[in-house]
């Protein structure tokens, strides 16, 4: 694909010296498909990162100092562990109690108005994600 680039050039006053910067910018429209294909891996990764914000919130609140992150891995001390367990699953159950799919969909569809017209999102079962709370394995 070739690429559609323009010529721009910003003019700044730094003291009395007007210093010139040209560069190239991408002309290109955006891609509707690349848009709509990319959409959602990154509504999913945002619930990610969420969760991932959630947790050190409340290991903070919980008296755990360091914590480093990497994507979806906590690092901390050994003895912290269950610790980061018990914040991850009640941070999980906390963000999934709220209805996400059509809670994006109605912002969605008040930002779009009449210009479209979204589907209602697909029916849930019956699952309680409070059950997290209690599960041995959500967190590894």
Known sequence: KKEKLGSAAVWTAVGDTVRF?????????????????????NFIHSIDAALLAGTVVRLRE??????GTVHDAYLVLAS?????MRAVRAEAAAIFQVD??????????????????????PEYGDFDSREVLRANHFVS
């Open 100 to 121: 996400l799919l059509s809670k994006l969909r109605s912002e969605l569809q008040n930002d779009l108005g009449d210009r479209a017209v979204l589907p209602a999102p």
């Open 62 to 67: 919980r008296g755990v100092r360091y914590v």
């Open 80 to 84: 912290q562990a269950p610790e980061v």
């Open 21 to 41: 910067v040209r560069y190239r910018e991408d002309q290109a429209a955006l891609s509707i498909g690349r848009q709509a294909n990319g959409f959602p891996p």
